[in-house]
């Protein structure tokens, strides 16, 4: 259900950009934010009904973190504050690109996929 309801934060966030009635622009930061908040907890509550090793939750939780911080700054973007935001998400995001590439958490199914890669 939440996925559901980014989805259509998505389509609502798009029809903003499609419109660009001053009305409307008022609210393309809020459903954006919107969005990457939804997906946030979809993840989280996606990887809960998962049962993840605790490593794979950590992860999890830091990725959501990540879009929870975007969002954040989707709120406040010209602002310092803003920019923290931005460049933690940032930050969180790499981190999890890298935790990828490198196989951590390591799976039964990753040991082929690194020695290919090393």
Known sequence: MLGA???????????????RTAYVARFHD???????????????AYQS??????MEML???LLSVAFLLWAANQMCPNTT???????FAIALFVLDVYWIIVGWPSSPS???RTSLIA
């Not at 809020?30 to 989280?44: K, N, Q």
């Open 110 to 112: 990753d040991s082929r």
């Open 49 to 54: 009904v998962r049962r993840p090793s605790r």
């Open 30 to 44: 809020l459903f954006g934010a919107l969005a990457l908040g939804l997906i946030a907890f979809a993840y989280l």
């Open 81 to 87: 504050q803003g920019t923290l935001f931005n460049d």
């Open 5 to 19: 309801c980014t989805l259509v934060s998505v389509v609502l966030l798009l029809a903003a950009d499609a419109c």
């Open 59 to 61: 992860k999890a939780l």
